[in-house]
Nanobody, 115 residues
Framework: QVQLVESGGGLVQPGGSLRLSCTASGRQLNINLMGWFRQAAGKQRELVAIITEGGAANYKDSVKGRFTISRDNAKNTVYLQMNSLKPEDTTLYYC?????????WGQGTQVTVSS
């Protein structure tokens, strides 16, 4: 079993920045992929960014150049640096971890971009 603890969400003005963090803990961790998804009310959860153990990353087109995903394998932690935030980035963000063949989700952290 893997536990995920997220932090870093909040309220920010348009053009501002936030950094999300997600730390995984548990026995016999064997984490392959780590990433972030987001889900607005009434919509499907969508990929924001994902990163392999080796550091290869992929991003949703609308966040390319604004968001940067990174991870610290020694700390089992994934980060999402979000710059130039827009009101349309407002929603719940979920941490995603692929540990072996099992998927785990964080509890969700709210990001609100508003003036």
């Amino acid at each position: 079993q893997v536990q995920l603890v997220e932090s870093g969400g909040g309220l920010v003005q348009p053009g501002g920045s936030l950094r999300l963090s997600c730390t995984a803990s548990g026995r016999q961790l064997n984490i392959n992929l780590m990433g972030w998804f987001r889900q607005a009310a009434g919509k499907q959860r969508e990929l924001v960014a994902i990163i392999t153990e080796g550091g290869a990353a992929n991003y949703k087109d609308s966040v390319k150049g604004r968001f940067t995903i990174s991870r610290d394998n020694a700390k089992n932690t994934v980060y999402l640096q979000m710059n130039s935030l827009k009101p349309e980035d407002t929603t719940l963000y979920y941490c995603y971890v692929l540990n072996g063949n099992s998927v785990y989700w964080g509890q969700g952290t709210q990001v609100t971009v508003s003036s």
